[in-house]
């Protein structure tokens, strides 16, 4: 079971308050955010050793007064270095508001009763409110003075993943690598013969997995999932909002794109690899399902329906030279829904296609991350 309030404190204690000119406690949170939220002393002592694992080497030397003498931050991948116009007076600012609304949030989603939601709102609404509060900083600002690689948000985010991964009954940390492949892809791009054809079958490659994604988001945390990035996902907002995260709606063309690949990595603890691997099956399962429910009521709805159906049929064969060939394939295509012999087999293809389709072209491997 996730300990959504240990993800709380990785999440919080993994920014860089003191960079942003806040005054922190013996927990390492401002006074303010330690009175509100209580930690326990295990608590605290967990999730700083999951931050300094985050961290890596990157937490180890420098000072934030040699930082903001010529403020930059760097590409975690190509090392570019870019110039931060900052001075430490609107990083002070940027503190306040991440203290300000930190503690809003809290509030709002009535910690520590719903800690779940807390955490969900403070994941995703926090970066955004003190975005709207401090502009392009706020996104820029690094977690550490010496080697300013990554946001303080993906810190953040790292320290709450990494938490999850704490096993109680063995007292440490016990993460492990789950990676996902749906390996069918190839055959939509193969069988594609239109444009619509080939985003319809992204589409839907994409929706399976999200439904997939989202079944370990919700019992673990979406920060958790490592690859594809979650953040700001119209999709993953429509989850959230499910949850009463009061995040914007996302409008209709946004949760038309087809915005997931057909892989991803989740951190997990150790314990938990096989479960996950029946939820993701199972969501899977249970996406392809809704899929092919929905294309049969549509299907059953057009040929019981329209009255105009068969002439319909007649000028869609009317292009085939050979009679007899028109003349079966009209007659097999009015007989769907006759109970005839025809409408048996039709059924018994389409109930094939539906048992098999997915399930035997998606795989996964859970690799445990072995300490020391």
């Known amino acids: 079971m996730t300990n959504w309030k240990l993800k709380i404190a990785g999440f919080l204690l993994a920014l860089p308050w003191q960079g942003l000119g806040q005054e922190v406690d013996s927990n390492g949170l401002p006074a303010t ?10 608590e605290v002592t967990i999730a700083a050793k999951a931050v300094e694992t985050a961290a890596a080497m990157s937490v180890n030397g420098g000072n934030w007064d040699s930082f903001f003498s010529d403020p930059a931050v760097f590409h975690s991948i190509s090392g570019r270095r870019q110039a931060l116009p900052a001075t430490r007076a609107e990083a002070n600012a940027l503190g306040k508001a991440v203290l300000e609304e930190a503690v809003a949030l809290i509030a709002i989603y009535r910690w520590p009763e719903e800690a779940k939601e807390c955490y969900l709102a403070l994941w995703r609404l926090l970066p ?10 706020s996104d820029l600002f690094p977690s550490f003075p010496l080697m300013p690689d990554r946001s303080m948000w993906d810190q953040a985010r790292i320290a709450a993943a990494y938490c999850t991964t704490y096993d109680t009954k063995a007292g440490g940390f016990r993460p492990a690598i789950f990676a996902f ?10 069988t594609a013969r239109r444009t619509q054809d080939f985003w319809a079958g992204s589409f839907m490659q994409s929706y399976i997995v999200w439904e997939a994604l989202k079944a370990v988001a919700d019992a673990f945390g979406p920060d958790t999932v490592i690859y594809p990035d979650l953040h700001g996902q119209p999709l993953a907002d429509l989850f959230l909002r499910e949850r009463q995260i009061a995040v914007a709606e996302p409008t209709g063309r946004e949760l038309q794109i087809a915005g997931f690949p057909n892989v991803f990595n989740v951190l997990l603890p150790q314990t938990a690899s096989e479960m996950v691997g029946t939820m993701v099956k199972q969501a899977i399962a249970g996406a392809r399902d809704a899929v092919f429910r929905a294309v049969d009521t549509m299907l059953q709805s057009v040929i019981t329906s329209d009255g105009a159906l068969h002439g319909k049929i007649d000028e869609a064969v009317s292009d085939i030279k050979n009679p007899q060939l028109r003349d079966h394939i009209a007659e097999a295509l009015r007989c769907l829904q006759s109970g005839t012999r025809l409408s048996r087999e039709w059924q018994a293809i389409w109930e094939r296609q539906r048992s098999h389709f997915l399930t035997e072209e998606c795989f996964w491997i859970c690799l445990p991350w072995v300490q020391d």
């Open 181 to 190: 492949n749906l390996t069918s892809i190839q055959e939509y791009v193969f």
């Open 33 to 42: 955010m330690s009175a509100t939220l209580q930690f326990t002393n295990d």
């Open 128 to 137: 955004d409110r003190c975005w709207e509060r401090c502009g392009a900083l």
